[in-house]
């Protein structure tokens, strides 16, 4: 009949004008993760691991677990095969996202909300075990990571956005407001991917390592870490 004709060209219409869009929709994935292939993302995430652990599972206070923590990247560290270990409570482009409140005198009035930035809290060797070089200054120091002292790394974004034209090392950072001590930048790590890999260069806070008995480790290998990691 007319109607069953009419009904059976509607359907064709359909098809094809669904085939279509998961075409252009086929066609632009497929372009974006070539994009993506080719995005330079600021460091050489294939022979990295990542592990983490809570200690406070298998009976260890904080004192115990930190003596653990210590002993457990030195033999890391000594590993046949293992380039550098440290500590990294998030690694560039992972899931989950950290963010730390900040204010910059001058910048910001002591009523000011405070600025919330991406940030991560890492050890002594992570820019080596990332393969984030820094630009300017220091990492930190072992012992600044073991008393979480008052000192931060920032990079080139958060330092163009905050001190643009001046040198960051040596500034103050406060994440407890104007009345408290603040962070001291000592160093100044090159810009890389933090959320995502088509973002554009987006400001970053590395502070010392937290005293906890959770562990979260970034080990660098001279293989893949699909083969590195058993």
């Given at each position: 009949s007319a109607s069953a004709g009419r009904l059976r060209y509607a359907l064709v219409?359909?098809?094809?004008?669904?085939?279509?869009?998961?075409l252009v929709a086929g066609a632009l994935l497929t372009r974006g993760l070539l994009r993506a292939r080719g995005t330079e993302l600021g460091f050489d995430p294939s022979p990295l691991s990542s592990l983490s652990f809570d200690l406070q599972m298998?009976?260890?206070?904080?004192?115990?677990a930190l003596a653990f923590r210590k002993r457990l990247i030195a033999e890391?560290?000594?590993t046949p095969g293992v380039s550098a270990a440290a500590l990294a409570s998030r690694l560039p482009l992972a899931p989950d996202v950290n963010m730390e409140g900040v204010q910059i005198r001058g910048l910001h009035q002591p009523k000011d909300e405070p600025t919330p930035i991406d940030a991560a809290r890492v050890g002594s060797d992570y820019f080596k075990a990332v393969g984030v070089p820094l630009l300017e200054g220091r990492a930190f120091t072992d012992d600044e990571v073991e008393r979480e002292a008052k000192v931060v790394v920032v990079n080139q974004a958060f330092a163009r956005k905050y001190w643009p034209g001046h040198s960051a090392l040596g500034q103050s950072v406060y994440v407890a407001g104007f009345e408290h001590e603040p962070h001291v930048v000592v160093g100044v790590a090159r810009d890389h991917k933090v959320r995502t890999v088509g973002e554009p260069s987006t400001p970053y806070l590395h502070f010392p390592a937290s005293r906890s008995s959770r562990i979260s480790l970034v080990v660098r290998t001279g293989q893949p870490a699909s083969a590195a990691l058993p």
């Open positions: 219409v359909a098809q094809l004008a669904l085939s279509l869009v998961l298998n009976g260890y206070d904080e004192a115990s890391l560290s000594a």
